[in-house]
C-alpha cells in the first residue's frame, strides 16, 4: 500500500525549533519529487516546500524562506522539513505530498499531488 | 508568485444538483491546473489533474476544464458524500499555489 506518514509535530515556544519528518512506504521514494504543505486552523492549503528527487533542487514559499529548511535521506524513504525561527503564523496541520508527474508518455509532464499523509499538527504558542 | 482565485467562496446546492466552480491564475498557467476535495479532518484527494485528467478511482460525475488563466470544476449530479471544500492549485510554477478553496455545503 503507498503510505506517507507524518510525525514530529507539537507545542513549541515562539522562536524555537521542530524537525517534522515524512515516512514513505509503497512506492520508490527516491522517483519522485516530494512536498510539504500546510493548513492553519480554519484556513486553506498554503504549499511550503518541494525537493526534487536527489535533493538538488528545493523551493519554498517566501514566508518561510530563510527559515525552513526540506531535506530528504532516500536510503531511509523519508522526507524532513526542518523548521526555525516558529512564529505563532507557523501554527497548522502539515501534510507531506507525493508528486507525481503524468500522463504516461505525454509529450509535457503535469505535475500533481497524488498521495498525502494524514498529517501532524504544530502549534507555536507561549 | 501565480495567484489563484476562487469563485464562489461557498455555496449551498442540493442533491442530484449540477455544481460548477472556477478557478482563475493571475497568468497563463496553460493547463498545469490540479483540483483537490477536501473533507473536514482529513487530507485533501486529488480529483482532476492537467486541466482536466480524471484522476484513477474518481467517479465520472467530476469534470474539469479550461486553459489559459480560467478553470472549471463541474459535479455533475451532487452526491451526499460530495460536500466538502474543493481546492484547485497551479504547478506551471515549480512553487505551487493553491486557491482560497469552495465551500460545497447541503441546502
Known amino acids: 500500500e503507498v503510505q506517507l506518514v507524518e510525525s514530529g509535530g507539537g507545542l513549541v515556544q515562539p522562536g524555537g525549533s521542530l524537525r517534522l519528518s515524512c515516512a514513505a512506504s509503497?512506492?520508490?521514494?527516491?522517483?519522485?519529487?516530494m512536498s510539504w504543505v500546510r493548513q492553519a486552523p480554519g484556513k486553506g492549503l498554503e504549499w511550503v516546500a518541494n525537493i526534487k528527487q536527489d535533493g538538488s533542487e528545493k523551493y519554498y514559499v517566501d514566508s518561510v524562506k530563510g527559515r525552513f529548511t526540506i531535506s530528504r535521506d532516500n536510503a531511509k524513504n523519508s522526507l524532513y522539513l526542518q523548521m526555525n525561527s516558529l512564529r505563532a503564523e507557523d501554527t497548522a496541520v502539515y501534510y507531506c505530498?507525493?508528486?507525481?508527474?503524468?500522463?504516461?508518455?505525454?509529450?509535457?509532464?503535469?505535475?500533481?499531488?497524488?498521495?498525502w499523509g494524514k498529517g501532524t499538527t504544530v502549534t507555536v504558542s507561549s | 508568485d501565480i495567484q489563484m482565485t476562487q469563485s464562489p467562496s461557498s455555496l449551498s446546492a442540493s442533491v442530484g444538483d449540477r455544481v460548477t466552480i472556477t478557478c482563475r491564475a493571475s497568468q497563463s498557467i496553460s493547463s498545469y491546473l490540479n483540483w483537490y476535495q477536501q473533507k473536514p479532518g482529513k487530507a485533501p484527494k486529488l480529483l482532476i489533474y492537467?486541466?482536466?485528467s480524471l484522476q484513477s478511482g474518481v467517479p465520472s460525475r467530476f469534470s474539469g476544464s479550461g486553459s489559459g488563466t480560467d478553470f472549471t470544476l463541474t459535479i455533475s449530479s451532487l452526491q451526499p458524500e460530495d460536500f466538502a471544500t474543493y481546492y484547485c492549485q497551479q504547478s506551471y510554477s515549480t512553487r505551487f499555489t493553491f486557491g482560497p478553496g469552495t465551500k460545497v455545503d447541503i441546502k
Open positions: 492537467a486541466a482536466s
Open positions: 505530498a507525493r508528486e507525481e508527474c503524468g500522463p504516461t508518455g505525454g509529450l509535457v509532464s503535469y505535475y500533481y499531488m497524488d498521495v
Open positions: 509503497g512506492f520508490t521514494f527516491s522517483s519522485y519529487w
